[in-house]
């Protein structure tokens, strides 16, 4: 059982690049998220999904896409990265239900992701 | 405007001590209060989990209380220990979030041998 896995570790991309950030999740979780954490903030919300086929935003969504085809995976897409993208962005699961608090967030070991 | 703030100072413990951490929110009315542990480079790892009818949950050492009344959430590690030392970060469900959790940006903690 590898819960969260997230690739790559680590990524550098020139303004105007674009990128995949691989997730996966093996714990049948209905409820897939990406965040993205900088310095001296809470963790954000950029897009969620409760299930295969249905995605929403979050928080900080513009600049990001992302889809849902299967039940494990949930790729987020950088269209046209930008400096402010820098960022470590982690990809999370859990039970769906409807209060999102009354479950644990399993977490991916994080992708740092540099823009120049 | 609505928020989580955890202490943005690092808190230094002696080894053995009683570290205690503050989540203190606005404007939110939570069902739920999370509280997480994160490593350097590594994801956050979720420690406990309160609903707004609990005063206090407990697991092993550590302890976590919910005053709505305060809007505050204190987490308490008792006799500390080196490897306690981390970020902590809480998280809030505020109800009327359609799925998103609010987190506040995590405090520090060191525990000196």
């Known amino acids: 059982n590898a819960g969260v896995t997230q690739t790559p570790k680590f990524q550098v991309l020139k303004t105007g690049q674009s990128m995949t950030l691989q997730c996966a999740q093996d714990?049948?979780?209905?409820?897939m998220s990406w965040y993205r954490q900088d310095p001296g903030m809470g963790l954000r919300l950029i897009h969620y999904s409760v299930g295969a086929g249905i995605t929403d935003q979050g928080e900080v969504p513009n600049g990001y896409n992302v889809s849902r085809s299967t039940t494990e995976d949930f790729p987020l897409r950088l269209l046209s990265a930008a400096p402010s993208q820098t960022s470590v962005y982690f990809c999370?699961?859990?039970?769906?239900?409807?209060?999102?608090?009354?479950?644990?967030?399993?977490f991916g070991p994080g992708t740092r992701l540099t823009v120049t | 405007s609505q928020k989580i703030e955890q202490n943005s100072e690092a808190l230094n413990i002696q080894e053995g001590k009683t570290a205690t951490l503050t989540c203190n929110y606005t404007n939110y009315s939570p069902a739920y209060l999370q509280w997480y542990r994160q490593d350097p480079g590594r994801g956050p790892v979720f420690l406990l989990l309160?609903?707004?009818n609990e005063k206090e949950k407990r697991k092993e050492r550590l302890k976590v209380t919910f005053d709505t009344t305060l809007k505050q959430s204190l987490f308490h590690i008792t006799a500390s220990q080196p490897a306690d030392s981390a970020t902590y970060l809480c998280a809030l469900d505020p109800l009327d979030s359609n799925y998103q959790l609010i987190w506040g940006a995590g405090t520090k903690l060191i525990i000196k041998p």
């Open positions: 714990m049948n979780h209905e409820y």
């Open positions: 999370a699961s859990s039970y769906a239900g409807p209060q999102r608090g009354a479950y644990e967030q399993y």
């Open positions: 309160i609903r707004e």
